[in-house]
Nanobody
Framework: EVQLQASGGGLVQPGGSLRLSCVAS????????MSWVRQAPGKRPERISL????????TYTDSVKGRFTISRDNAKSMLYLQMNGLRPEDTAVYYC???????RGQGTQVTVSS
């Protein structure tokens, strides 16, 4: 059974930083590309970043490019998202996702507000 558990969210002021983590289990993590997906209240889910299975290739949606950094540690089956320069519009529930089938687990809430 695929299990993905995101953590590290919280309340942060505009301009602040957070680092999200996701622990994966139930599948061969190092063989799959992974993503971060977020869903803001009343909006559709948005895939904001992808990383290849070996951690080399990364992509970002324009709204987070230059502010967020995705990374992974295959030895630990961990996925990360470093978020800098946070804005109120980044407020959402963030999920880690196996890109292949968009399998997701429990998300973590990020709220950016003064």
């Amino acid at each position: 059974e695929v299990q993905l558990q995101a953590s590290g969210g919280g309340l942060v002021q505009p301009g602040g930083s957070l680092r999200l983590s996701c622990v994966a289990s139930g599948f061969n993590f190092s063989s799959f590309g992974m993503s971060w997906v977020r869903q803001a209240p009343g909006k559709r889910p948005e895939r904001i970043s992808l990383i290849g299975s070996n951690g080399i290739a990364t992509t970002y949606t324009d709204s987070v490019k230059g502010r967020f950094t995705i990374s992974r540690d295959n030895a630990k089956s961990m996925l990360y998202l470093q978020m800098n320069g946070l804005r109120p519009e980044d407020t959402a529930v963030y999920y880690c996702s196996r890109t292949f089938d968009d399998a997701r687990g429990q998300g973590t809430q990020v709220t950016v507000s003064s």
